[in-house]
């Protein structure tokens, strides 16, 4: 092995550590930030279910809204 090769791996393992070394403090910092969270919306069963109910009843306007329409356009067909 010649001496610049083996230079070459040092810096390879100095870099792969400094990216892992790097990671880790990302995820570290990430998950002490999560300890503190301080706005938990949606979280109440109330508002969950008032969130579905809604998605429910625009569903609902949205599928009769298009019917209608369908069926206008069909009808200057007849």
Known sequence: MSTSSLFDR????????????????IFL???LRAE????DRGSDSSEKAFMV?????????????AVAFV???T????
Do not use: Q
Not at 10 to 25: D, E, I, Q
Not at 36 to 39: I, L
Not at 53 to 65: D, K
């Open 10 to 25: 040092g810096a390879r393992v100095v870099a792969t550590m400094s990216a892992a070394l790097f990671a880790t403090a």
């Open 53 to 65: 109910i809604l998605a429910i009843a625009l569903g609902g306007a949205v599928s009769a809204a």
């Open 29 to 31: 910092l990430g998950w």
């Open 36 to 39: 503190h969270v301080t706005d």
């Open 71 to 73: 069926a206008s356009k």
């Open 75 to 78: 009808a200057l067909f007849k």
